[in-house]
């Protein structure tokens, strides 16, 4: 029976099998799913692990398998983006995080399905069809790093890379009932990640436990020149792994608990937060007063970098082609045939933002809606350690439910692009279930403080039971 | 000399220099030697647009803007960003050129110029950094073609878009502009004009009475005065029948030497700006400082510096900088012979030699021409022997001695003349009538027999007073 296991586990595991039985578990694991987390499987991943049987090695991942959000690219390995644009688009070179996994020793078992080119909140808006939620098939994943939530809740993969452009990483983690972080901007390498919205996302570690996100970033983030916006910090993760919160000040921003918000929810967050509190913590209302401009600001941005971002898929160089006459029809209906209708709104919507007679009031307005968010939370760190809120205000919904009406899943986000606009870290971490669904908690830290988020979430997991329950099916 | 401009023509330039001298490419690791390489073998994931691919700014290439920012007397931003002008075409790999919008790296130079009336100063607008595209190669005529290659050799090489004011008043100011900014690079050392699409131009240009067109797709300078020349004369019959000069983009023809239109003011591209997100804002004015020390003597200030060192005239200062490699040959010439001599020779005679061949002065030895001008100083030879020397070392090579004793041409004695002269006036009593009785062409005969007589090692002009004085 599939399971979950942490790095620790794994590695224990290995050294009673191989790494090659290991690998050849999961692989049969995602070979008899149902779920369709993954887009494409690593075909070299068991070579790969014969190697680390024969080479007895101290590396920190050694032998250990991950999966791999699908915009990343992987030398040799398909990536797609889950759209067809790139369906037979394969790599020729590693993105700065896949060279540090190999450097660790790790094992790329497959590349995990996504909304196409991360626009999305329920990858549902893949080529390849809707990734499913293992604790109810009938729900989604949460997006767009849905595939490598729902691989870890499914025991598919014990770690995973996603992305997070607005909640990317944090929504899956909540409805999946997974961990997940999203680092402060600059953190880690975006050289070889397809890029959305370039100023807004980073790459994200994905596990089932909180441990494990330390290690993953302690081998995958750091200076890359490869990068302009790669900042140099040397910062130990692993070391923020103490299970004591005693005296750590949290913030409750009275907006991330909304209207909105499901009142099982709204009360699982409270119980957390009051656990905190038991556990030493002090924990006081603040305001973030401009999040509530933060979505359309935020979308206006992510659509704005998209609508340029994606202009370089027309069918000359790689990736799909559609015949025509000339250039301009072969781009055109390259496209046309290429893109789904939720990467063609967002291209649309951006490209007219940007237009002459429009930027001022859109682009630069966003711009500077983006400024006021910052201010907030610099604002609300003066007082305290970390924010916690909840990371979605409901679970995850039903497949098919919102795909329909874009705006309630652009909806979905509330209470996570502020972050991306802030460019502070964030995670989500499991703290209880509504309806038999997991429900996340989000704990938000200052700028290049993920130390004290890791804190607060492994104190959290450590003094409560949440993220033992498995979907069923799953050990 | 004053210069009216009565059709009221204002032409301003906007010229994209290829920082060709650099290592490597604007944004990427690639080589930028690819000139004579096979297409795409010059290219990397970041040139070519590979989704993932990241920029990441060349440091050298904002030292080389600064530098001509500098050259051209213009301010430097204390602060510069590049921002990303979106548009479609295929030899663009990202849908965007990374470019420069509204914080370009130098702006407010101004570049003196001799213009059609004296000194003319032609204002600098602005010069920012972009990426270039690759290269179309159509198989086949342009219309007729069978399909398209596209090399990406190019794609991402350092450009710098020069653009000046509208204070151009004439085809040929602005080729003497294009060849003094060209000599101002040149000197610099970040640019290699002798490389394919190390320069290319596109001009504003309006009359009195008419809109403003722009041609694009100039290539060279002499290219520049003749679109300018054809544009001018086209705009020039429109307003006469009374019709309108419209705002447009005209294509120039090189082929043909006319300009056509390609699109007009309402189709012109909306290019959406915006910054460009991979890239950080990248504060420059701290190295101002240090490369204002690395900036080399510019062409003005080695005229003036010619002048006054070597008492050599305004003209041949000026004909010996306009080249860079020429004006070092001739200060390692200077340092040896008379100066105003050796000017004469390299400036009035070398250079048009050069020239006519194609040439450049690499073709020739410092040590030849020392000879050579030591000779002509002792009177050993004669200025028209010492022409065909040159000749000879450029058409044949050798050296300047060798030449000059396998030729003969050692300047014979007076008296051998002497000789010559009473031999040829002996021999031609028609001729000498012919000139008595005011036939001039006669005389020149004479000279000739002479030079003849003599194998040439004679100086005509003292040939020509001698048999004058002889036989008047
Ligand atoms: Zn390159």
Redesign the pocket.
Known sequence: MPEWMSIRDTKHKIDNLSAEEVTSSYLDTIEKSSINAFTNINKKAIEDAKYYDKNQSDLPLAGVPISIKDNISTKGIPTTCSSRMLENYIPPFNAHVIEKLYEAGAIIIGKTNMDEFAMGGSTETCCGGTTFNPWDTSRVPGGSSGGSAAALAAGESPISLGSDTGGSVRSPASYCGVVAMKPTYGTISRYGLISYSNSLEQIGPMATCVEDIAHIMDVIAGYDNRDSTSIKRDINYSDAIINDSEGMKIGVPTELISDGINPKVEKIVWDAIHKMEDLGAIWKEVSLPTTKYALPAYYILAMSDASSNLARFDGTRYGLRVEGNNWHVMASKTRAQGFGDEVKRRILLGTYALSAGYHDKYYVKALKVRTLVKNDFDRAFNDVDVLMGPTMADIAFKVGEKIEDPLSIYMTDINNVPVNLAGVPSMSIPCGFADKMPVGLQIIGNTFDESSILRCAYTFEQNTNHHRKRPDGVN | MSYSNTDGIMIGLEIHVQLNRLKT?MF???STQYHSSPPNTH??P??LGLPGALPVINQKAVESAMKVGLALNCEIVEQTQFHRKNYYYPDLPKGYQVSQFDYPIVSNGKVAIEGEDGELVIRIRRAHMEEDPGKLIHMGSIDKSKGTLIDYNRS?MALLEIVTEPDIRSPKEARRFLDKLRNILEYLDVFDSDLEGAMRVDANISLQGGDRTEIKNISSHKGAERALLYEIMRQKNLLRRGEIVTMETRHFDEARGVTTSMRSKEEEHDYRYFPEPDLVPLRVKDRTEKLLQELPELPDAKKERLISQYSISDMHAKALVSNLKIANFYEEVASEVNPKVAATWIADVLKGELNYRDLTIDACKVEDIVQLVTMIMENKITDRSAVEVIRTLLDSGGNCMEIVEKKGLVKVEDNVVEQAVDDVLGENKNAINDYLNGKEQSLNFLVGQVMKKTRGRADPMIVRDIIANRIK
């Open positions: 490419k990427c690791g690639c290219v990397c970041v040139c991402g």
